[in-house]
């Protein structure tokens, strides 16, 4: 398996409140996203990074910030938690190049619950 | 029109039989294919890439027709632990290290 870990695995949080979760990998990739798995609406892309401090949005970012300081580590900022960010949260990563398509792994995910 | 659609099922299969699902995708310049598996509160893992000449892993074989812009997927000999949903993944464009998921086909083996 990919070593990819995700922190915290649960979170239950108040609305309002600002929450950061942790993706860590050890596999050097280049790069790394963040996704949300909702009922009815599969994996959706949040954000992802192509390197140390470059980051784009992805299709539903709006209320989510991103940073990479480290190749290793990316953080996904939910920067005042609502009810409707209540989701499955999956970090993947890729090696990815130039021609693009590279598959991708993901981690463990984190449950968050936005009260 | 979504960039990868997958028929949700169930799909609920007798143990030791045959299914097969397809499903489609909407940019024709589509370069990369995949087959993810997704047990219950788990993380999507690769099952297996699918490349023009198709591609076979033990029970699990994989077709890509180009013409028609659909990827297809059979297990045959069904296990109980082939229960899981499979997600259709396509690289939309070449040059873009984004990948579109499907929403899934749940498959239910039943004893």
């Known amino acids: 398996d990919a070593g990819i870990t995700q922190s915290p695995r649960h979170k239950v949080t108040e609305t309002g409140t600002p929450v950061t979760l942790r993706c860590h990998q050890t596999?050097?990739?280049?790069?790394m996203y963040w996704y949300r798995q909702d009922p009815g609406h599969g994996l959706r892309l949040i954000h992802y990074s192509y390197g140390v401090k470059d980051t784009d949005k992805g299709e539903v970012s709006d209320g989510y910030s991103v940073s990479r300081s480290k190749t290793e580590d990316f953080l996904l900022t939910l920067e005042s938690a609502t009810s409707s960010q209540t989701s499955v949260y999956f970090c993947a990563i890729s090696e990815g190049d130039s021609s693009g398509g590279h598959e991708q792994y993901f981690g463990p995910g984190t449950r968050l619950t936005v009260t | 029109r979504k960039e990868v659609e997958q028929d949700p099922g169930p799909f609920n299969v007798p143990e030791g039989a045959t299914v097969a699902f397809n499903c489609t995708y909407s940019n024709s310049a589509s370069q990369s294919f995949f087959w993810y598996r997704q047990d219950c509160r788990k993380e999507p893992k690769l099952l297996m890439s699918?490349?023009?000449s198709g591609n076979e892993d033990g029970r699990f074989t994989a077709q890509l027709n180009r013409a028609s812009q659909y990827i297809s997927l059979l297990i045959r000999d069904s296990k109980l632990s082939d229960s899981a949903t499979y997600l259709c993944?396509?690289?939309?464009?070449?040059?873009?290290?984004?990948?579109?998921f499907g929403k899934g086909n749940q498959v239910v083996v039943i004893p």
């Open positions: 993944v396509v690289n939309p464009s070449t040059g873009n290290n984004r990948l579109a």
């Open positions: 699918v490349y023009s």
């Open positions: 596999e050097n990739h280049r790069y």
